[in-house]
């Protein structure tokens, strides 16, 4: 980028309200240089060194209009429309959100100077009129300033019309009686005083109108500066869609020089509108899914010459990854090394035929252990790495609802929303040690640090699980080697809705029932758990209750995914001896100004006289620990406590996590074939499995043939109860949930509670599942 210069003696008015040195980006062949800038006045200069700001600047942006955004860690752009951008890097995070911050600051506070100006020079030029416009004031007051104006015409109107019939009314009383008689003169003071009224009210009328007209200026000029916002925004953030998927062909058709089959590089086969989504509207169908409507998902998908997920385009030259099998376990020895090519040690898997449903599972390690007298696998098939056109979906999905967006699963990873909540109780040892407590107190200590850990892996797991369909099942039984067995299902569908129920072998019981309120705002995502769970605890009969804290996804468009767990979580003992018990955590949100260490939390337990009894600390993504107060100060603001112990601490990711959706040991196997679940069952959901095996393509037709099947079960029970409604009958009930039922009492925020109905394992048992819906 070229440097101006300006003229010898011609310093940045006003005193710097920050300055420092940074790195700015000058060209391809010296990349980024140090300057020395000065942020002042709405204006960031830069000169090359200090002793140059008594006669030389190298070049100024304004502030006012311009678009701040961040690109990584340490990088931040500033672009006023494209006539300049500049390209800062400083040296570490902390330093690069204090510029931003500043920037931020600056640009506000030369909007308001701004607006402040134009109001002046309006009012000086007289362009506000009240009561007798000029064309001037139509065009700056705008619609609502000029349907003020008529109502207040009409006003004056009749106004007018009340002083006539006032005035003729008093001389009728007059010509009535001579002399006039008291009865008269009170009526005639009355209607005096009637018009005194209507006066003092047209009055303030154009008092108001003066205020309505003023605001409205500033209102007009504010709601355009929005708007210039948003367009000027919207074009830098297709600018760099473009630029991105630009540069993922590049390098695809860098690391992939081989042919398809019409001899052509596979890298540049497709052009931006082969990474187009559609959304195909039926005729009379709004795209609201709370009505008939169906999405079209197309994801162009070549599964052959990929670069691997995790390595740079010049260490993944010449690679390929082939296509995945189908994955299913075999039990038998001897059909294992048959199918894995023999007992030769050989690790490369034969596929089976058309008509066989064998295929042996290579990832499956003796150090996983047998279940059941059956191995469990360690990981799932490696992510894929295929270009998306992210812009294309997200342009249309701004300020919508999560759960009513056409997501592709290339967003996604291969686990339901059921299995992720199941997931939580992959350190149920913690809930194991509470049940061994006596003490409330110290119990709901443990219960604590149990909620802490079902955050552990959210740091690094940034895709979305798939969406439950209506009547989707998970079961998980580990009761052979973990001690605990849940049952999930979905049983509501607007607000989507998942119910659990899980039991320990040593003593306690969990139930779950929680709608996400999801929305994208354009940069992140959040999410807010709705709902309550609770835990029991069978040989004391103490319960515990709590809601989850938020959830959010920053980064969605532009730089790298990052969440972060924040808010307020009240863990409740609302049953036995541990009524009225409360432990309060905070998670403290992302701040880069921070001095604590991030994703900390911090928590107190307290009894019920409102006296701390245990206080926690640790971070949600690592370790709590815990340790009893030994004294307090007389209003218990400050506590003395006793050694901290390890309530909790995360088991290390396996080492190549990464390269398989960041998954843990336990989550790598929630999704495992397994035989003897129900029909329902998230193993058995085929979008989802296709995309385990990398069968990205194969996956979107499949997820839009279920989500199209799940609106016609819709659209039939609706057009049932219409039919049955014109024949004055009673419309017929949706299909209740299977193995929950419908709580009478609502529960935490009033909020639906399902409980489970005890009939899944024994139907298991008895491989009865004549109940279960037809959803896949």
């Known amino acids: 980028m070229s440097e101006a210069i300006v003229p010898k003696g011609q310093p940045i008015p006003g005193d710097p309200e920050k300055k420092g040195w940074l790195f700015k980006w000058t060209n391809y062949l010296k990349g980024y240089q140090r300057r020395w800038f000065v942020l002042s006045n709405g204006l960031l200069s830069y000169y090359r060194n200090q002793a140059e700001m008594a006669h030389t600047c190298r070049g100024t942006i304004s502030l006012l209009g311009a678009l701040i955004h961040t690109a990584d860690s340490c990088t931040f752009v500033i672009s006023n429309g494209g006539t300049q951008t500049f390209y800062i890097k400083a040296h570490d995070e902390v330093e690069r959100q204090s510029w931003v911050t500043a920037l931020e600051l600056a640009k506000a506070k030369a909007i308001r100077a701004q607006e402040s100006d134009d109001d002046e020079d309006q009012v000086a030029s007289g362009a506000v009129v009240i009561g007798g416009a000029g064309e001037g004031e139509g065009e700056d007051t705008g619609g609502i300033a000029r349907e003020l104006a008529a109502r207040f015409h009409d006003l004056r109107t009749c106004s007018e019309l009340v002083a006539r019939h006032g005035t003729a009314l008093q001389r009728s009383l007059v010509d009535l009686e001579i002399p006039p008689s008291d009865t008269t003169k009170q009526v005639s ?34 709601l355009q500066h929005e708007r210039e916002q948003k367009l000027r925004l919207q074009e830098v953030v297709e600018q760099l869609a473009r630029q991105h998927d630009t540069l993922e062909k590049t390098v695809t058709a860098r690391s992939t020089p081989h042919t398809g089959g019409n001899g052509t590089t596979q890298g540049n086969e497709t052009e931006d509108e082969d990474h187009e989504f559609f ?111 992210l812009w294309s979906i997200m342009k249309n999905c701004i300020g919508k609802e999560l759960s009513k967006i056409p997501i592709p699963v290339n967003f996604s990873e291969p686990l339901s929303m059921l299995q992720r909540l199941t997931e939580d109780y992959e350190y149920s040892s913690v809930l194991d040690q509470a049940a061994k407590f006596d003490d409330p107190a110290q119990q709901l200590a443990y219960v604590a640090a149990f909620t802490v850990s079902s955050y552990a892996t959210t740091a690094c797991r940034t895709n979305k699980p798939f969406n439950p369909l209506l009547g989707e099942t998970f079961e998980c039984d580990r009761m052979a ?77 532009v730089g790298k995914l990052w969440v972060d767990n924040h808010g307020d979580m009240d863990i409740v003992g609302d049953a036995g001896p541990a009524t009225g018990y409360v432990a309060h955590l905070k998670y403290l949100p992302y701040g880069y100004f921070s001095k ?38 007389a209003d218990n603001s400050v506590c003395k406590t006793g050694k901290f112990v390890t309530a909790w601490q995360r088991v290390a990711a396996p080492p190549d996590s990464d390269k398989w959706y960041n998954f843990t040991v336990l989550a790598a196997q929630l999704n495992e074939p397994e035989p003897g679940v129900a029909p329902t069952d998230s193993r058995l959901r085929p979008d989802q499995r296709l995309m385990e095996e990398g069968c990205w393509d194969e996956a979107n ?60 394992w024994d139907c298991k048992r008895r491989q009865d599942w004549t109940g279960c819906p037809d959803i896949f």
């Not at 059909?335 to 898997?349: N, Q, V």
């Not at 004055?728 to 009033?750: I, K």
Request: aromatic share 6%.
């Open 189 to 222: 003071e009355r209607a005096t005083l009637f018009r005194i009224s209507c006066n003092a009210m047209m009055n303030a009328c154009s008092e108001f109108m003066s205020a309505a007209a003023g605001s409205s200026a500033r209102l007009s000029r504010a």
């Open 279 to 389: 959304d195909a509207v039926e005729e009379g169908i709004s795209t609201n899914m709370d009505d008939k409507t169906s999405f079209v998902i197309k994801v162009p998908v070549n599964r052959k010459n990929k670069v691997k997920d995790g390595e740079s385009s010049d260490e993944s030259e010449g690679e390929t990854v082939t296509e995945t099998q189908q994955v299913i376990f075999v039990e038998d020895k001897e059909r294992a090394e048959s199918a894995m090519g023999g007992a030769d040690g050989s690790t490369t898997p034969s596929l089976p035929a058309k008509d066989t449903d064998i295929v042996v599972w290579p990832h499956v390690s003796q150090a996983a252990g047998c279940v059941d007298g059956r191995p469990r696998r360690t990981r799932v098939p490696d992510k894929p790495n295929y270009p998306l056109s």
């Open 481 to 557: 080697d973990l001690g605990w067995r849940a049952i999930s299902e979905q049983v509501e569908h607007h607000p989507p809705t998942s119910a659990l129920h899980c039991e320990g072998a040593n003593g306690w019981v969990c139930c779950y029932s929680c709608s996400l309120s999801t929305c994208f705002r354009g940069q992140f995502i959040s999410v807010t758990p709705c709902g309550a769970a609770e835990v029991v605890f069978l040989s004391t009969g103490n319960k515990y209750r709590w809601s989850k804290v938020t959830t959010t996804v920053h980064n969605i468009i």
């Open 596 to 633: 604590d260490t991030q994703r900390k939390v911090t928590g107190v337990v307290k009894d019920p006289n409102g006296v701390p009894r245990y206080v926690l600390q640790g971070h949600w993504d690592s370790r709590v620990e815990v340790a009893p107060v030994t004294s307090t100060s």
């Open 701 to 760: 037709t499949e997820k839009l043939r279920l989500e199209e099947k799940q609106r016609g079960a819709r659209r039939r029970l609706e057009a049932e109860a219409e039919a049955a409604a014109a024949r004055g009958l009673s419309a017929p009930a949706a299909p209740p949930p299977l193995w929950f039922t419908r709580d009478a009492q609502p529960g935490a925020g009033n909020t639906l509670r399902h409980l489970y109905n005890h009939r899944y």
